[in-house]
């Protein structure tokens, strides 16, 4: 089985978000850490032990900036085999569908591949439209939020959720699939896997080295302007005792805010 | 005559408040727009749908109606609606961002090569161009979304945009459509998870328990209040990882972002990734003993006490509530 995973670096999810100048991206000065997506780490998690129990390799693939190499490296470290960096300017401002064209073109470079995994959402952007577009540029069936899946012979069983339901789905492979949360606890890396991941090949291409014109990758829709939510009102604290907070609360739900 | 074209959701044979939501947006849209609205169905036995689609603001209706159709297959729908598009030509597509939603747009925008916005919480047209508003950081902040070229895509929020009265004596134009029906993906089987309980996304009122309930033990605590209220079951990601909940349940960057008009965090003292999933609420209700918790900056009103104490009152108030309204 040859698995590829597509990783994203984004800003921890305890960043505290601060608008750059431009107004139309976050200020990555105020960027305390960057990490691998959360839900591209259970796919990284999930190839590996497919890896394990199949045989194989699990090559990492990535569009971003220069920093976006260390989702590589953690990603390299857990345990993958080798890992792609699209890197070029052009791709700064691209829409979810330019970072799909890159990484389908990127994969295509990678020969034969049985199955691709993503996370479900990038954390940040919160897009969830990369799996999708990347099965769909790829000419690959897509099963997305998945919280379990059992690779078979040429095909896969896969659960996903929806409002309410579970539903179980069967698909060939190869195939592209995206992880959720619950599909697996990822491990962490190991100091020896750390060590080990400054060897393993990473190998940097941009748009020329894909046949891609930047064209291709320009936004259909873009961020004109980012901003921060507005303020709440301040807080108003409910007085008294359990029982008097309790019925006064029910009481503002119902005539104040008319929520209930 | 510029066009809108919304894809409505059916399953079972039902549509999908989200769906109708999306047509309703439309309609407003097309208003602004000079537009028509045309929405796509597809399922088994979805002409009948044509009618309430009408009635919430579709001008025509195509449908794909079809035994074959019955179970969502994303390699179908993707061909049935990129079908009505190169048929329809639109101007701006409109999707609902259900689980079948944020799975079929990017596929089809992917095909279709048209800019996707998804999540949108509001559309406006200003000086004749469309304008998305989309959170991101699940809420920390909030982007503007323009689009260089047509169409113009995007996936609406449910429970965000205002349902628009119905109209049944509008009439209705059903054009059918045929679909190739083979897909390498299927769904095998569904199994309801979580029977009789509203779906966090589209619940009205969620409340939700963290760590301040100290042990799965007391999540009934949480609820019974959710019952008594009508409302749906949250949690924080603390009590998620610490196993007390399945994961469904949690709201935050890495669970579910929600925006109900009611939220009640009981026992959550609002991590920055937790907040983000619930700010947008309408009204948020924080319980919880420590005074400089975070989550009392974004509440509305609060109650500062021993949740032990406060929620099985609250319960019962609750209850008697609902009881004086009937």
Request: net charge neutral; glycine share 10%.
């Amino acid at each position: 089985m040859k698995t590829v995973v597509c990783v994203e670096q984004v800003p921890d999810t305890e960043t505290r978000v601060r608008i750059a100048a431009s107004g139309t991206a976050i200020s990555e000065a105020d960027v305390q850490s960057w990490i691998p997506s959360p839900y591209d780490e259970f796919a990284i998690e999930e190839a590996l032990r497919i890896r394990e129990a199949k045989g194989g390799e699990v090559v990492l693939v990535t569009v971003g900036p220069e920093r976006a190499q260390a989702a590589l490296r953690t990603g390299l470290a857990m345990g993958a085999d080798s890992a792609v960096h699209v890197k070029d300017a052009a791709l700064e401002t691209a829409d979810p569908l330019g970072i799909a064209r890159a990484l389908a073109a990127a994969i295509r470079t990678l020969g034969a591949v049985d199955l691709v995994l993503c996370g479900q959402q990038g954390v940040g952007g919160d897009h969830s439209q990369v799996p999708g577009m990347l099965a769909e540029l790829l000419d690959l069936p897509q099963v997305t939020v998945a919280v379990k899946i059992a690779i078979g012979e040429g095909e896969a069983a896969v659960e996903r959720e929806i409002e309410g339901a579970r539903e179980s789905w069967t698909t060939s492979l190869p195939a592209v699939i995206s992880a959720q949360k619950g599909l697996n606890e990822p491990r962490y890396a190991s100091l020896k896997g750390i060590m080990a991941a400054k060897k393993k090949p990473l190998q940097v291409l941009d748009l020329k080295a894909l046949g891609l014109d930047p064209g291709a990758v320009a936004a259909g829709a873009r961020v004109v302007r980012l901003e921060l939510p507005p303020p709440r009102p301040p807080v108003r604290m409910v007085e008294g005792d359990p029982a008097t907070q309790a019925k006064e609360l029910v009481r503002l739900l119902h005539e104040e805010a008319k929520v209930i | 005559m510029a066009l809108i074209l919304t894809f409505a959701e059916a399953r079972d044979g039902r549509l999908r408040r989200a769906s109708l939501e999306v047509v309703s947006e439309a309609r407003r849209l097309a208003g602004a727009l000079g537009a028509t609205v045309e929405t796509v169905v597809v399922g088994a036995g979805v002409t009948a749908l044509a009618g309430e689609l009408a009635a919430q603001g579709a001008d025509r209706v195509r449908v794909f109606d079809d035994a074959a159709l019955a179970a969502y297959a994303t390699e179908v729908y993707a061909r049935a609606l990129a079908q009505a598009m190169a048929a329809a030509r639109p101007q701006v597509v409109l999707l609902p961002f259900t689980a079948m939603g944020k799975d079929l747009a990017p596929r089809v925008a992917a095909r279709t090569g048209a800019g996707l916005a998804s999540d949108c919480v509001a559309l406006e047209v200003k000086d004749g161009r469309l304008v998305a508003r989309r959170p991101v950081y699940a809420g920390k902040a909030v982007t503007s979304v323009e689009w260089s070229g047509e169409p113009r895509m995007a996936t609406l929020r449910p429970n965000v945009f205002a349902l628009g009265p119905q109209d049944a004596s509008r009439p209705v134009e059903v054009v059918p459509g045929a679909v190739d029906a083979t897909a390498r993906a299927r769904v095998v089987r569904t199994t309801a998870t979580a029977q009789g309980r509203v779906p966090l996304s589209e619940a009205q009122i969620i409340v939700s328990g963290g760590r301040g309930l100290k042990g799965p033990e007391n999540f009934h605590l949480v609820e019974s209040l959710a019952e008594a209220l009508g409302g749906a079951v949250g949690a924080s990601r603390a009590v998620v990882d610490a196993g007390w909940v399945d994961h469904q349940l949690q709201v935050g960057q890495t669970g579910r972002t929600v925006s109900p008009s009611l939220y009640v965090a009981v026992g959550i003292s609002g991590a920055i990734q937790h907040l983000a999933g619930m700010s947008s609420s309408r009204c948020v209700v924080a319980i919880n003993k420590d005074p400089d918790a975070p989550i009392f900056k974004v509440a509305d009103y609060g109650v500062l006490g021993d949740l032990f104490e406060v929620l099985p009152q609250l319960t019962e108030a609750a209850k008697a509530h609902r009881a004086a309204r009937g």
